[in-house]
């Protein structure tokens, strides 16, 4: 769908209409959680025909899902535990993302593997990676990025002369994919509203209706209005991530399945900190560290650590921190330290809990289950393989439906902007002669909405001022903002420098300089007054401060304890008792 066949706007008119829709009528299925999967659901049963519903408690994507190491990869480390079905999958949903489904959103990026052992290293690596590449090939399609190379230690060096000369002596080079995890989410979702789906955020699932045994619906709660809705549903499906316990425990009995989170810490750093044309992997004791290439910066990570604390925020202290600096310096010609690191995120994986202590061994596979009758859980998978997840959780609500419902069809689904990308992006240069912006802007609009570029282009014809950046975070454009809040659901100032940008973990002053143009940008949109405004900048102030101080502290104890001490600007509700 493209911006021009009328892709579905997010905006609060439409959020309303949905949560009216949704209470007015019984759905064939309504999804609880707006993460990666849970859109993935709700697309995938709204293209198979059925009615469809998915409430959202937070902002979409405001868990796991905005907080990983955007990549869409097979992920190497799993062809050491001989788990090559998962490689499989996931590599066959990479070279569908890449080239059907998202070209837009997902691109390739290249990774330098550095060796340190002489010998038997080399050919290990490289056995690995000739496996890596040959599982890429599935379906007619081809891998969708360049095969594997070796390099010399000085042919390694002139691609990325950060690295010590001592620290290696040789490389391999290898290509995975990369994408923006928050916003691929949201249009995951702007994809499935368009296909009949009615989503809404800052909706809170507080309990279930029931006809004896089975679960017939939700009661939801509109935590911006306060108002109480029952939802009716033929099925509900919980893609609640790690939070999926906590739905269990609200309907009630033991579960099938149970979920362990662990916490992966990212650093953020300006570009010009590392010289390298290419990311780079590196064996730590426990995992893989990534250098990723991310526009000016660098994302690095990811620590691998349990993690029973808050879910809604997880933080991360010092010690996180300074273990991705010290294992990162171990390669550098020129350590990094504290002060170059812009922006610090942390985020917890929902790992399916097994009998290993260590979550860095928990699987990665997902499971669907059928705990009641009406509803389904899905858990555990990886961010690359949503749509298999999605697929498989509609095959088991088919299966629950005393009705015929079409297979899955997302793999031939693209996403809102996709279609006509590549002809937009041959004409960058005429579309910036049109709109009068640098071709540089172009390309940037076209690689975060694809042919939905046109919805934001307008904004700026109607307001001129939009096509300026914004005053302390150059990279986007004032439009951006009130775009973020007309069409992609961003209803408070954090869900626009957070998710629909990453302006929050882009810049050193983390969006506090933008933060007051930002609010009175969305204020028109959303209907805001000059408190609200004053109110939004308060509390984005307070979230910042209060991640500042957590990144000081020694524990996780501490960090989450200071952390919390920053309050939600729309609190979650307790849900009922069962």
Known sequence: MT?????????????????????????????????????????????????????????????????????????????????????????????????????????????LFPLTHLGWERPYVGAGLVMYDSLGFSFGFTRGVPGH???????????????????FSGAVQYWDAQVDDARYVMTVLRTAATYGAHVASRA???????????????????????????????????????????IQELVGGRGQIHVRASKGVHLVVPRDRIHSLTGIILRTEKSVLFVIPWGRHWIIGTTDTRWNLDRAHPAASRSDIDYVLEHVNRVLSVPLTRDDVEGVYAGLRPLLAGESEETSKLSREHVVAHPVPGLVMV????????????????????????????????DRIPLAGAEGYQALWNSRQRL???????????????????????????????????????????????????????????????????????????????????AEEAAELMAGPLGWDGEQVKREVEYYTKRIEAERLSQEQDTDHEADAIRLGAPEIVPIATPDPV
């Open 3 to 111: 911006a021009r066949m009328g892709t579905a706007r997010l905006g609060p008119a439409e959020r309303s209409a949905a949560l009216e829709q949704m209470a007015a009528q019984e759905l064939d299925l309504v999804v609880i959680g707006g993460g990666i999967v849970g859109a993935g659901v709700a697309l995938d049963a709204a293209t198979r025909g059925l009615s469809v519903g998915l409430l959202e408690a937070r902002d979409y994507a405001s868990g796991t899902s905005s907080r990983s190491s955007k990549l869409i990869h097979g992920g190497l480390r799993y062809l050491e535990q001989l788990n090559f079905d998962l490689v499989r999958e996931a590599l066959q949903e990479r070279a569908l993302l890449l080239q059907r489904i998202a070209p837009h959103l997902v691109r390739p990026v290249p990774f």
């Open 149 to 167: 190379r070796h390099l010399s230690r000085t042919r390694a060096l002139r691609l990325a002369p950060a690295l010590r000369r001592t620290s």
């Open 204 to 246: 809170q699932v507080v309990g279930f209706l029931r006809e004896g045994e089975r679960v017939t619906g939700v009661r939801v709660r509109d935590l911006e209005t306060g108002a109480e809705h029952r939802v009716r549903a033929r099925q509900v499906v919980n893609a609640t991530g790690v939070w999926t316990d906590d």
């Open 379 to 410: 858990a555990g998978g990886k961010y690359t393989t949503y749509r298999v997840m999605a697929r498989d959780a509609v095959d088991a609500v088919a299966h629950g439906l005393d009705q015929r419902v079409p297979p899955s069809c997302t």
């Open 432 to 514: 910036a002669q049109s709109s009068g912006l640098h071709v540089a802007r172009i390309e940037h609009l076209l690689q975060r909405y694809g042919s939905m570029i046109d919805e934001v282009l307008v904004l700026i014809e109607q307001d001129p001022s939009l096509a300026r950046p914004l005053s302390g975070a150059d990279d986007y454009l004032r439009a951006e903002i009130v775009y973020a809040a007309t069409h992609e659901g961003a209803r408070h100032l954090n869900d626009a420098l957070a998710r629909r940008t990453h302006i929050s973990i882009e810049t050193f002053h983390r969006g506090l300089a933008v």
